[in-house]
């Protein structure tokens, strides 16, 4: 069962191309994209040992995005990069930047709340889509940093350094923790009011529960090769993996915000009975598609069905979205998990 076999896919897909395309003529000069720490071996194309930071193993790879921790059995969500610039105690003190011009949403300064520490979150809005990056582990945040304020790209938003919550940093490994992708609902404490954890929410939608990182070098990788111009075409050019079909008769507020990934279509808001939702290899839900009635494949309202996945791409063992099991194929937890926020208006 493959989506590329699949010519209704085939023809939603030609539809967003065609979509792209036209976006890609009406966007004027695209965004400048800073790194976010003063370190220029990645801009003078070193390898990855010139500015990623290892996990405990010592391997560089474990600093990447991906199932790289653990021996592959946990995900790592960000990129860890060191800093060049140490003080008289050998504490790191290099200066970070915000990647990109945007809106200061987030600034923890207790770094026992958050095992990110102490940390800032700008959220960005270009052609219909609402991103975040996010800066982890912060020594300390520019004084001159307020809540809600515009800030360009490239300014400075505090420095470098090894807090966090519930574990220790030592000072070789000091690091930026840095992210750039979307948060999965505006009523994320909705969902949260549901589960019984036992601290309150103290970041509101900027809860790392409430985030879904893309793989920030391959952003990069992709702005600096000219393979795409701006974070929404590069979300564009992720490809799907799995497609599932869920009832639900709200527009969710994912797609209110993240207009890019609307399959557009003739049917009245009262006429959604459910959504297709297509997701990337590690949970971006990139492509949705209002259904009604009578196109649900799904029996029940509790049900949540695979319509089909991508056999050329490898499932992550760390994040997996799906299981075959018995020729049946499941959602996995994270998956479920997913959809429960991303419905949870
Ligand atoms: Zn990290």
């Known amino acids: 069962m493959s989506i590329i076999k699949n010519p209704l896919w ?73 800093g060049l610039e140490f003080d008289e105690n050998n504490e790191v003190k290099d200066s ?30 270009q052609e219909g889509v609402s991103f975040y990056t996010l800066y982890a582990h ?26 966090a919550g519930s574990y220790t940093i030592p000072k070789q490994r000091a690091h930026l923790h840095f992210e750039i992708g979307l948060k999965l609902s505006r009523n994320f404490q909705n969902w949260y009011n549901r589960k ?38 590069y979300l564009k050019s992720l490809p799907v993996f799995v497609k599932v079909q869920v009832h639900y008769s709200r527009i969710p507020s994912f797609v209110r915000e993240n207009r890019f990934c609307l399959v557009k279509k003739r049917l009245n808001k009262d006429q959604i009975a459910g959504w297709s939702i297509s997701f990337s290899k590690y949970g971006i839900p990139v492509r949705w598609e209002p259904l009604s009635a009578s196109e649900m494949k799904v029996g029940t309202k509790q049900n949540i069905q695979i319509i089909s996945y991508n056999s050329s791409l490898k499932i992550e063992p760390c994040c997996a979205l799906f299981q075959i099991k018995d020729q049946s194929i499941k959602p996995s937890k994270l998956l479920l998990s997913h959809l429960e926020k991303l419905l949870a208006d």
């Open 138 to 163: 912060l020594k300390s945040v520019d004084s001159r940093l307020t809540l809600n304020s515009e800030i360009k790209g490239g300014s400075r938003i505090g420095r470098m350094g090894r807090s």
């Open 196 to 233: 019984s954890f036992e601290s309150p929410n103290w970041h509101g939608q900027w809860n790392g529960m409430n985030l879904l990182g893309v793989d920030p070098l391959d952003f990069f990788r992709s702005i600096q090769s000219k393979k795409v111009s701006s974070f929404p075409e």
């Open 10 to 82: 085939l023809l939603v897909f030609l539809a967003l191309t065609v979509f792209s395309m036209a976006t890609a003529i009406a966007t004027a000069t695209p965004p400048v994209l800073v790194w976010p720490t003063p370190n220029p071996a990645f801009s003078n194309g070193a390898t990855i040992e010139g500015f990623v930071q290892a996990a405990a193993s010592g391997n560089p790879r474990s600093g990447l995005y991906g199932c790289v921790r653990n021996g592959g059995t946990k995900f790592h969500e960000g990129l860890d990069l060191f």
């Open 96 to 125: 970070v930047f915000s990647v990109l011009s945007g809106r200061v949403a987030l600034i923890n300064k207790i770094p026992a709340y958050s095992d990110y520490g102490r940390y800032v979150v700008i959220a960005h809005q």
